[in-house]
């Protein structure tokens, strides 16, 4: 709800990288955690303009770089506007991914996230965050999962533990 109002005052980064605190939080101040996203966006921006030619890189290691970007944003970004085989485990895909047996004692989104990359084909890896993602928000609940209307039961561990092997 707020981008449309801030791009059109900020269309680009070399206008953003001009803002001040104070001129740019009444666009964010509506957004959880207003404060860091003003000075991150206003950090991002001033980095791509000096660092980046005014251009979104698109490799996680520069992403990560730019302040307020973490590994998962990078992931998300490198994947979706590029394509590229990088895998963004959020919390739904980080609990379907264990659920489901695709990632075995995985603590951490980083170890998840190579063990799904291991097995993944690299052309379906960006599509693959997608199909988690959604199947976490809309099927594989965290509370109740909705195993009776899943139709990953015949191999998923999760629910040949809970249920039995054949639903």
Known sequence: MT??????RYPDAA???????DELFPYIRSISYPNNK??????MARM????????????VDELVRL???G???ANVITSVVDNQPNMAVDTHVFRVAARIGLTVNAKTPLAAERQLLEFIPRDQV??????LILHGRY???????KCGECGLTPACKYYAKHFGKIP
């Open 48 to 59: 791509l303009v000096s660092d980046f030619g005014g251009e979104v890189p698109l490799t």
């Open 139 to 145: 099927v594989c609940v965290a509370r109740s999962p």
């Open 38 to 43: 003003t000075k991150h966006l206003i950090g």
């Open 3 to 8: 981008t449309p109002a801030i791009f059109e």
């Open 126 to 131: 960006h599509l693959a965050h997608h199909w």
């Open 71 to 73: 590994r998962k944003t």
């Open 67 to 69: 302040p307020g970007v």
């Open 15 to 21: 206008s953003l990288s001009k803002a001040d605190f």
